[in-house]
């Protein structure tokens, strides 16, 4: 086929996009890589074209969306906004997690929505994909108002959930604490104790594993794209931004397999450490912001290292770039600065955090790339094997679900291999994760008929 053909459909299927869902930006720009990679495949399989596979698949099955009052500490009354996508439940229940920010919309949760249906058909395993959260900002908060706010986003939301209809999880702002108190609100209003949320505590029904898996599996992932070149982690100089979950079990790993980290960051700024976050530097990070809820600068404080204000890390030299903090994080010019000073590895711990023109630079330039929904999937991974574990009613060893983890980690890589490698054998992971996510799904739906 043409790639003038190719190109037609783009833009005819973006123009429909666009025009279904006006002004819903971050959602257009997923479904845009998206459909970028996928068009000559579905030109040359004709039959999801006809079935308008696609059409329906940018069509959430349901959009849930609700008032969430609370009350604060001084008895002052708040009104957020409570959302759930499900937007695809062809292999498995909807599976995916809760954001807990200011940003959140409905724009930014359709992105997230998407993408977590083909990264959920990456793992192998039997899920669907949702996304949820609230506009809610849990920092600056006491715990009995994030309690307060948990307990009232639930009591609407416990209708729309369950463990064999929808199996929501921890996203940005949501963690050990909000899940906590989110499952405990379940239990009293349903009266059951089911595997209805994962990342759940370890003596409650949680897995082993659960809040190192999506670093972990960024940092496999890196491994695995560095070992196709004979190459490995050791001795790589690392740049990772954001300082929460993903970004923290990231470190830990890439320490273990012998890289040096040199930068965290916040959304109030980056530190940049030349001697390297070691284990006992990371374990102060673990307790500034899982305990104290603190902000990054006060590392820079305390290890008198360099603190840039409002920056992220991407000026820093680097061999590897792991972007574990938020979407759009890397802009055009910040991958220009990237590949100019030599980096070229880039694995996506947080979700779409390059804009259009950093991944397209990436992939032009022919880098090691690997998008979120390839390279951040171990988080979901470890959340199917929790609920697989909660239906068996057993817990699995640290070591077995790692070792999970990590095959299917290297399965996920395997299928961006198989559908992404060109020609000339330089794999293009976006291809190969958007391709290999997506025929799972689609043949599923057209199994099943009209869905
Ligand atoms: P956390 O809330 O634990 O940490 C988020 C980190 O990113 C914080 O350091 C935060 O800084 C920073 N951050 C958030 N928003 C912004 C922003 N707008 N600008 C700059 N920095 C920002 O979230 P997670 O670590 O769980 O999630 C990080 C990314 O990984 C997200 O993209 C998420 O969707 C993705 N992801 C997470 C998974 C998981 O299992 N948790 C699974 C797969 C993907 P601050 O504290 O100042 O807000």
Not at 26 to 45: C, D, G, K, P, R
Not at 177 to 192: A, D, P, T
Not at 432 to 438: E, L, R
Request: with cysteine.
């Amino acid at each position: 086929m043409e790639t003038k053909d190719a190109n037609q459909f783009i833009n005819d299927f973006m123009v429909y996009v666009k025009t279904k869902n006006p002004g819903e930006v971050e959602f257009h720009q997923a479904v845009h890589e998206v459909i970028e990679t996928l068009a000559e495949f579905l030109i040359e399989n004709p039959r999801y074209i006809q079935s308008k596979i696609m059409e329906r698949m940018v069509e959430p099955e349901r959009v849930i969306m609700f008032r969430v009052p609370w009350a604060d500490d001084k008895g002052q009354i708040h009104v957020n906004r409570g959302f759930r996508i499900e937007m695809n439940g062809a292999i498995g229940p909807y599976k995916g997690g809760l954001r807990f920010h200011p940003t959140v919309n409905l724009s930014i949760l359709k992105f997230l929505a998407f993408e977590q249906v083909l990264k959920n058909s990456l793992t192998t395993l039997p899920m669907g994909g949702g996304k949820g959260g609230s506009d809610f900002d849990p920092k600056n908060k006491s715990d009995n108002e994030v309690m307060r706010f948990c307990q009232s986003f639930m009591t609407e939301l416990q209708r729309h959930i369950g463990q064999y209809t929808d199996v929501p999880a921890g996203d940005i702002g949501v963690g050990g604490r909000e899940i906590g108190f989110l499952f405990g609100q379940y239990k009293r209003l349903r009266n059951e104790f089911t595997g209805v949320l994962t990342g759940k505590g370890i003596e409650w029904g949680g897995s082993l594993i659960r809040p190192e898996a999506t670093g972990y599996g960024t940092v496999y992932f890196a491994e695995e794209m560095l070992n196709t070149k004979g190459d490995s982690l050791k001795g790589k100089i690392v740049t990772v931004s954001g300082s929460g979950n993903v970004a923290q079990f990231a470190v830990e790993k890439v320490i273990e397999y012998g890289g040096k980290v040199v930068s965290l960051s916040d959304s109030s700024g980056s530190i940049y450490d030349p001697d390297g976050i070691d284990a006992e530097k990371l374990n102060y990070v673990m307790e500034l912001k899982n305990v104290y809820r603190g902000r990054i600068r006060e590392y820079a404080e305390k290890y008198g290292v360099r603190y840039m204000n409002k920056q992220r890390p991407w000026a820093i030299k680097c061999d590897v770039a792991l972007p574990c903090a938020t979407e759009n994080e890397i802009s055009g010019s910040d991958a220009e600065t990237l590949l100019k000073n030599g980096c070229f590895v880039v694995s996506e711990g947080a979700n779409m955090p390059s804009t259009y023109e950093a991944a397209h630079q990436f992939m032009s330039n022919k880098i090691l790339y690997a998008p979120g929904k390839a390279a951040n999937a171990g988080g979901v991974a470890v959340s199917g094997l929790e609920m697989s574990q909660n239906s068996m009613r057993i817990s699995w060893s640290r070591e077995e679900v790692d070792d999970k983890l990590h095959t299917i980690m290297r399965n996920i890589h395997a299928m961006c291999v198989k559908y992404g490698t060109d020609k000339n054998g330089w794999v293009n992971y976006v291809k190969g994760a958007n391709i290999g996510g997506f025929v799972k799904v689609a043949n599923s739906m057209m199994a099943q008929g009209l869905v």
